[in-house]
Structure formats: C-alpha cells, structure tokens
T-cell receptor, first 113, second 116 residues
C-alpha cells in the first residue's frame, strides 16, 4: 500500500529561522512529487513540482529535494516569516496520470514574530 | 484568469436533502478533479475528468455521489441523499495536462459542507 507520512504534524519556530519539513513514502516508484501550501479556509497552492528524474527544485526561499532511494522528500524554507504560517502537504504521483496523487496529511507550520 | 471557482463556499443542509456543488476550472485546463478533505482521512480523490470525460470514479464513496462535466467550463458534484458523514470540505482542482509542469494542480477555495 502506498503511504505518505509527514512528521511532525505541527511545528512552531521563531521568525528568521531556517527549517525543514519532511515527507516520507513507502513506494519509491513515483512519477513526480508536489509540495502544496494550504491556508486556513482556503484551497491548496502548488509550490514546487519535482519530476522523478530530478533531485531538487527551487523557488525563492523554498527548496524541495527528492531522494527516491530513501523514500524521502524535504521542503526547506529559508529565513522563515510569519506569512509562511500555513499547512504544507506533499503529494506523490504514481504513474502517468494525475489521478494517482497520494497526499500526506500535512505539517502545520507556525512562524512566531 | 480568476483561477478555479467553486460555489457555494458554505452549504448547510439536513440529512436526506440533495446537495449540488459547482466548479468552473481554469480555461484551457484539460483535467478536472474533485477531492474531499476531512480531519480523519485527509485529502481523497473522488473522481477526475479528462476533456469532460470521467476517467476514474473509484474514489466516489457510494451511489449517492455523482459527478458530471457537461462542458469544458463547468462541473457538478451531487450528493443525493446527503448524510452527516458526508460533512467535509470538497475541493475542485484543474491542471493543463500530462507531463512536467503541465501537471501542476490549481485548487479552488473549496465548499464547506455540513449535513445536520
């Protein structure tokens, strides 16, 4: 069974700190992986998409890495800001169809001013 | 583009009533997805369409749920009759297609459904 785990479920850090969010998966035969951000009462916003052939993707202060051999992806947030407070979810695509996305339950991040 | 538009934002209904959720995907996107989010189960795919054709509805909980996409700019998710355990946030999402960045998903703001 394909499972996606995000630990911890919640994380609180002071503003300015660099942090890493973790996503682990049991089946490494992925097609691609996406990291999403969800604000309270809102939908999900795609942050980064990593193809299975890639090791990492960067967007501004965000860097996502993928290590299929260890079944792990990380989302690195540099110089965190209160505006980064949200729930971050990873989603794995198994196969060539978008319908096979498996979502983790997310890590709720709180950045304190 | 206004993004994926869902309506209503909130729906409160009584058990047994019919509920219809609506979605307008981003223009030009060939794929449309309906997801359900609960605290217990997280995000679950219910059904998805490619070029208005349902491709996989294996996530639809039971026959009380049905979805249609009569044209490229409109889709509905209907629950009849509704039950309290259907209470959740229902999201619609769309994407350009298959391959690389085209697979980036764009979500609507969701419909918060409460069945009393």
């Amino acid at each position: 069974k394909q499972e996606v785990t995000q630990i911890p479920a919640a994380l609180s850090v002071p503003e300015g700190e660099n942090l890493v969010l973790n996503c682990s998966f049991t089946d490494s035969a992925i097609y691609n992986l996406q990291w999403f951000r969800q604000d309270p009462g809102k939908g999900l916003t795609s942050l980064l998409l990593i193809q299975s052939s890639q090791r990492e993707q960067t967007s501004g202060r965000l860097n996502a890495s993928l290590d299929k051999s260890s079944g792990r992806s990380t989302l690195y947030i540099a110089a965190s800001q209160p505006g980064d407070s949200a729930t971050y979810l990873c989603a794995l695509n198994y196969g060539g169809s978008q319908g096979n996305l498996i979502f983790g339950k997310g890590t709720k991040l709180s950045v304190k001013p | 583009d206004a993004g994926v538009i869902q309506s209503p934002r909130h729906e409160v209904t009584e058990m047994g009533q019919e509920v219809t959720l609506r979605c307008k995907p981003i223009s030009g996107h060939d794929y449309l997805f309906w997801y359900r989010q609960t605290m217990m189960r997280g995000l679950e795919l219910l059904i998805y369409f490619n070029n208005n054709v349902p491709i996989d509805d294996s996530g639809m909980p039971e026959d009380r749920f049905s979805a249609k996409m009569p044209n490229a700019s409109f889709s509905t998710l209907k629950i009849q009759p509704s039950e309290p355990r259907d209470s959740a946030v229902y999201f619609c999402a769309s994407s350009l297609g298959i391959g690389g960045p085209r697979e980036k998903l764009f979500f609507g703001s969701g419909t918060q459904l409460s069945v009393l």
